[in-house]
Structures are given as structure tokens and as C-alpha cells.
């Protein structure tokens, strides 16, 4: 097939749920594609001699080469081109943000719509499932090292998948009651179905991983204690801790924070906060809020963003997803102050905005627009305005921390400023994408694997900066 002619095949779109079905329920809204769609949009890759595509995933996956396989019907080894960078295929595919990274980078997309990458590796990835291939790899011989893992969160699986398969015992310790961080309590199951993630644990399970729940590192067992026990540490906590807006009335009955909210309901309880629910923030996980609290009978949902919709970091499909369920956005507005009575909250006071100077990056500054307040109705309202890493773990250990709260790590190594200890991801890079996440954990899976054969972990490495 000529340039020419795969240029003329326009992008696929999978198919989804509809609209007065889904908003009822948690199952998944976006299906997969089927053989003849997946094939027609691998049909759409140029393979490029200079994939920019690979610049922008922050694992530098082999794009054009499993999509070259795909296109051929070769789907075995198109997976293990795919598995060959990335240890967790089935989650990015779903949850990253294509548009920003792979796709955002694709040639197709100067000139109209990139090739759908993320849907094309959940393809592979669905189909060696649906056909009862064989995802694992063969398991290292066991060595006499341990590595305690605090976390279970995308950073901490992947370091467990690659030391595991080297023949290292890994523990990862997890504070909550069920293993996958972020990725099950963060991500609503419509992204991000539960059994995807449980299968990736009976897989490291079974590569010899345990995981112990509903232990608390820095309150059920201390980090010395660790110490002395392993000979390694990877710090896996990520950021859980919510921002506040640091308003009047934050306290009142009837105001919980985002990852706070996305927690208690994907840990099952059954929370329905009111009919006039009022969401703050722009990225992800203000979207996944505001679609959770519609599937958990809250009548009227919108978001308060105090720029403008082309300013929103959340994902494009998210947003359309969004409105067709239909939240409204309201536009240059922001909250100042949350009203109540007899210590529930009752109104929101909030100011109209206008956008400013912009940065070196185009994205202008919120200006607030002086005598504009305006009062919202509300049952209550959810602040998702990014997290805070959080730092239990570091009771009676003086970490170099960053300004904003995250470790301070050697930037090839990925090891903090105490001997053994090593972190990634949202703990480096505060919240960010799971391919992100993957990708440093994999540097500090060598760098620990090193660490513990006493050979020079940075001999012969570059790494990419992803700050």
C-alpha cells in the first residue's frame, strides 16, 4: 500500500456504551477493536523512518514494529515487541493519555488525526487473552536477595515484574485491603477493569511476589525495620495525598477531596454525596469524579475550571465522554469561598475569571475578575486540583525532598539520597502518567538489580528525562 493510500483511510473509533446505559453502572464504555478495524487503522501507520511516535511514550515502545506485525497478522510477536518495553500493556493502553504522548507525537497528526496506538496495543494485548496465549515469561532461579517494595501502584508492580524475573524475592507492602494503588482505587473500573489489574498480580504471584495488605510502612512496620530485614528498598507510595483550595469553609460537612472520594467509592462503599454535586479541576481526575458521582445517583454533576476548555489537561476522550454524559463545564470560574449551615455546606461563593499573560508554554495565567461573585447551590463539592506525595513512610528517615514535596533521586540511578533506598514515578515526578511511572521503574529495577550484584549502577546508562 502506497503512502497515499493510507493516508485516504480515515481513523477508526472503537465502539462504546450508550450514554443512558453506561452512566448507571461501571462497566468498561470503550470496547476494543475488532480484527478487520484494528487491521484497516494499522493500515494508517507511515512507518516512518524517524518514528517521532517513540519519542513521545515515555517507555520509547517499538510503535511502527508491532503495528507492522499487527498489519501482517502476526499478533504473538507483535505482543512481545510490545512487552519487550512495557510490563504492563493491558493498563497504558486504557489509561494513558495517548494524545499527550505516542499520538501526540505521530506525523499523521499534523495534518489530521494520528493513528490510534493505544487502541491498536490493547488490540494485541486483548487478543493473546481472548485466545488463551501464554503472557508470561520464564522465572529466574531464586537468589538469596530481597527487595521490599512499599507500594502496589504501577511503579511497584514494575519493579517487581523485572526483579522477580531475575530471580529476586519481592515483597511489596500495601496499605490498602487490595493490590494496585492508584490503578484501583485512583481509576474508575469503566477505564480500568478490575480484572486487568488482578491478572497482573497472579501473574508476579506466580513469579514468586509477595504482598502483604493492609500494612502501613512508617505506622505498622517502620522503614529501619525494613532495612535490616532486605537489601533493597524501592519506594512505590506515589501521591495520594490530596490538594486543598485553601478556602473558608474547606472543613464543612459535605466537602471531600478527589483521590479522598475515588477511594472510598472503588473500595466499595456505597457514597452518594447528593443531587447538586460541584467538581473543581480540569485534569483526569476531576473528570473521573464527576462521572463517578453520576453512576452513584447524583442528578445534576458539573465542573468548576478556572480556564478555558482548549487550557483542561485532561484527555480529549475523557472530556467527550464528560459531556455526553451530561456534566456541564463551567468555564473561567473559580471558588472563593464555601457557605454552610449548622456545619453543612450549603452554597458556593465564586468568582468569574478572564485568562492573562501566557508562559513560554501558551498556557495563560487566571486572572480574577474583581466585583464578578456568583453563588452555586450545592449538596457538595470535590476538590481534584492534582495530589501531594505522601510521606509516612519516612518516619525517622531525613530524605532530600524537592521544594514541591517529591525525592530528590540521582536522575540515572533513580536512588534517593539514602544508601538503598530508590523511588519513581508520582513520588519523583509528583502525579503523572502510568507509562511515566513504568519507565522509571525500570531504570530503578537495573539500578537496584546492580545495587544488590555490588556493580557500578551507572556505567554504560543514559536514561530520558521526563521532568
Not at 507492602?173 to 486487568?196: C, H, K, N, Q, W
Not at 532495612?227 to 533493597?232: F, P, R, S, T
Not at 485532561?314 to 454524559?325: F, P, V, W
Request: charged share 30%; proline share 4%; hydrophobic share 35%.
Amino acid at each position: 500500500m502506497k503512502p497515499k493510500e493510507r493516508m485516504a483511510i480515515e481513523r477508526q473509533h472503537p465502539d462504546e456504551l450508550d450514554v443512558a446505559y453506561r452512566i448507571t453502572n461501571f462497566e468498561e464504555v470503550t470496547a476494543g477493536f475488532d480484527e478487520e478495524t484494528a487491521v484497516r487503522e494499522a493500515n494508517r501507520c507511515l512507518q516512518c523512518k524517524k518514528p517521532t511516535c517513540r519519542k513521545g511514550c515515555p517507555l520509547n515502545n517499538r510503535i511502527p514494529e508491532f503495528i507492522s506485525l499487527l498489519r501482517d497478522g502476526k499478533l504473538e510477536e507483535a505482543y512481545w515487541v510490545v512487552r519487550d518495553k512495557n510490563s504492563l500493556p493491558a493498563v497504558c493502553s486504557r489509561v494513558c493519555p495517548q494524545e499527550f504522548q505516542c499520538e501526540g507525537s505521530c506525523v499523521r497528526g499534523k495534518k489530521g488525526d494520528p493513528v490510534a496506538i493505544g487502541m491498536l496495543e490493547r488490540y494485541i494485548v486483548d487478543w493473546m487473552v481472548a485466545n488463551g496465549k501464554d503472557l508470561s515469561r520464564v522465572c529466574a532461579l531464586p537468589k538469596n536477595k530481597k527487595v521490599a517494595i512499599v507500594g502496589s501502584g504501577p511503579a511497584g508492580m514494575t519493579v517487581a515484574y523485572y526483579l522477580a524475573h531475575e530471580g529476586y524475592h519481592c515483597t511489596i507492602f500495601e496499605s490498602l485491603p487490595i493490590d494496585g494503588g492508584m490503578l484501583t482505587v485512583g481509576i474508575p473500573a469503566y477505564r480500568l477493569p478490575r480484572e486487568i489489574v488482578e491478572a497482573e498480580f497472579d501473574a508476579l504471584k506466580s513469579c514468586g511476589v509477595t504482598v502483604k495488605n493492609n500494612v502501613t510502612v512508617g505506622k505498622d512496620i517502620s522503614i529501619e525495620q525494613l532495612q535490616e530485614e532486605y537489601d533493597a528498598i524501592f519506594h512505590a507510595v506515589g501521591a495520594h495525598d490530596s490538594r486543598k483550595l485553601g478556602i473558608e469553609g474547606e472543613d464543612l460537612d459535605g466537602v471531600l477531596h478527589g483521590v479522598d472520594y475515588l477511594r472510598r467509592v472503588n473500595l466499595g462503599e456505597n457514597l452518594n454525596l447528593g443531587k447538586n454535586i460541584v467538581v473543581v479541576g480540569g485534569g483526569n481526575v476531576a473528570i473521573d469524579v464527576a462521572r463517578t458521582a453520576l453512576r452513584t445517583g447524583s442528578d445534576k454533576v458539573f465542573i468548576l475550571y478556572r480556564r478555558t476548555k482548549a487550557e483542561m489537561p485532561a484527555s480529549k476522550a475523557e472530556i467527550d465522554h464528560l459531556e455526553e454524559e451530561g456534566v456541564k463545564i463551567e468555564m473561567l470560574a473559580a471558588p472563593i469561598k464555601i457557605h454552610g449551615e449548622n456545619g453543612k455546606l450549603t452554597k458556593i461563593e465564586c468568582l468569574r475569571m478572564k485568562l492573562g499573560e501566557c508562559d513560554t508554554s501558551g498556557r495563560c495565567r487566571p486572572v480574577v475578575i474583581e466585583g464578578s461573585n456568583f453563588m452555586i447551590d450545592a449538596d457538595a463539592i470535590i476538590p481534584a486540583i492534582s495530589q501531594n506525595v505522601n510521606h509516612i513512610m519516612d518516619k525517622g528517615i531525613d530524605f532530600e525532598l524537592t521544594s514541591w514535596g517529591t525525592y530528590v533521586v540521582d536522575p540515572v540511578t533513580m536512588q534517593t539520597s539514602k544508601d538503598g533506598i530508590f523511588t519513581a514515578g508520582d513520588s519523583v515526578l509528583g502525579p503523572q502518567t502510568v507509562a511515566k511511572a513504568a519507565y522509571q521503574a525500570k531504570v530503578a529495577a537495573e539500578s537496584i538489580k546492580r545495587y544488590l550484584e555490588g556493580t557500578d549502577m551507572k556505567e554504560g546508562r543514559e536514561v530520558r528525562d521526563l521532568l
